[in-house]
């Protein structure tokens, strides 16, 4: 990254977007090895971004835009329900933390946005390097047996659970991928880059970040297709999303409990784990219905009362939990009601901040898709619906490797879509 092509900038460290371009680099590479390093690397590179702005500018990033202050508000409501919490001092950092990574990635969003057109472009070189690195490296692990990531562990001996901790890093790398839709690169790469992107991930991925793929791409698609269609008019496709979005906060509380109890008996031929998750959203269901407007808290979920207990037979009947095996499988005594979180991030909002977080958290993602347009809208509209897939199925609403991801990629997107506006202009 020392020299620039013809006619481009050349990279500077002192740049706004360096530190950004840096951590692009060797994130998704982080993420296959270790996904909890996402957390301060995410961090240092989205706060360098923000002081070298300051720097370059002699004025600080300060974020702005309605998106900002519905996330922001978010934070603080969590922050307030330390008030309630059954675990206050882990309600409050908790909220606190959610509100500054909400502050740092609107400011460093700016930062990346307003440096120069040939440093921004630099973003999607980085990019698409590093998401080479990191599928070359996933793809490695996941033909070894996760052989790769046993042996940076010192392990001789591949426990077979290690084959999971390649789904986080997954996950990380299918936010990524529809970013490079805006990158500085030309369309039949980009193209290229996105589908064979997207064919690593749906071969070595576990179920959910197959689906985060898979929509991310697709919205990519579909933005990409309207605005060929509709020349300057305003996509539908990133509102539509967002209005997806809101809607699934808004219904789960409604109709998540119905539809567990009318399963139709097939579900009893799952995987087990797949299950189990359906048992955990009862008794969520369960315990949010008894504080539905406050919530139990921010963080509340892992310390819910009867939490740790097996599921009973009555609760294993009423779902329709019938099958011997099946039975015999929810009597180990590592099968918790709740075991940290439900794995479903609408119903977590709903369960932990109550019905003043889902329509706070509803309006936060509705006005994070509205402000999705421009040159850059299929790229951050894939992300956006790629994120909002693991947000629903997968990690816990407030895990801080995965919120800091989300984080440098609204960073990364604010510079990407800056350079694809530059594009559209000459």
């Known amino acids: 990254m020392s020299g620039a092509p013809a006619g481009r900038t050349p990279f500077a460290w002192s740049a706004p977007t360096a530190p950004l371009a840096a951590a692009l680099v060797v994130a998704p590479f982080v993420a296959v090895l270790q996904s909890k390093a996402m957390a301060p690397l995410a961090l240092v590179a989205l706060a360098l971004a923000v002081v070298q702005a300051r720097r370059a500018t002699g004025r600080w990033p300060w974020p702005r835009g309605p998106a900002l202050w519905a996330g922001l508000a978010l934070g603080l409501w969590g922050t307030a329900s330390a008030l309630w919490a059954p675990e206050p001092g882990r309600a409050l950092s908790g909220g606190l933390g959610f509100a500054g990574t909400v502050l740092l990635a609107g400011a460093a969003y700016r930062a990346a946005g307003e440096d120069s057109p040939g440093r921004r472009a630099w973003l999607g070189q980085a990019l698409a390097a590093g998401l080479a690195l990191g599928l070359a490296a996933a793809l490695l692990d996941h033909l070894t047996g996760s052989g790769l990531r046993a042996a940076v562990r010192g392990l001789r001996e591949i426990p077979p659970q290690l084959a999971f901790g390649l789904k986080p890093a997954a996950s990380v790398m299918a936010l990524l991928l529809p970013l490079v839709a805006a990158a500085a690169l030309p369309r039949r790469w980009r193209v290229a880059g996105l589908a064979l992107g997207g064919g690593v991930l749906l071969w070595v991925s576990g179920d959910t970040a197959r689906l985060a793929a898979a929509a991310g791409l697709i919205l990519v698609a579909l933005t990409a297709l309207e605005r060929r269609l509709r020349p300057g008019a305003p996509a539908w496709t990133p509102r539509l999303l967002g209005l997806g979005m809101a809607a699934v906060l808004l ?176």
């Open 251 to 426: 219904a789960t509380p409604l109709l998540l409990g119905p539809a567990l109890r009318h399963l139709p008996t097939s579900f009893q031929s799952l995987p087990p784990s797949a299950v189990h998750r359906l048992v955990i959203w009862d008794f969520g269901m369960e315990r949010a219905r008894e504080k539905p407007l406050l919530g139990w808290g921010l963080e509340a979920a892992r310390a819910l009362p009867g939490g740790k207990e097996n599921p009973s037979s009555d609760r294993l009947s009423r779902l329709g939990v019938e099958r011997p095996g099946l039975r015999a499988w929810f009597a180990a005594p590592h099968v918790e009601l709740m075991p940290l979180h439900p794995h479903n991030g609408a119903l977590q909002i709903w369960l932990e901040l109550g019905w003043v977080g889902v329509v706070i958290a509803a309006l936060a993602l509705l006005l994070l898709a509205f402000a999705a347009r421009g040159p850059a809208a299929a790229a951050m509209t894939g992300a956006l619906g790629s994120a909002f897939i693991t947000f629903v199925a997968s990690f816990g609403a407030w895990q801080s490797w995965w919120l800091c991801s989300a984080a440098l990629a609204l960073a990364c997107a604010g510079g990407l879509s800056g350079a694809a506006s530059a594009r559209a202009k000459t």
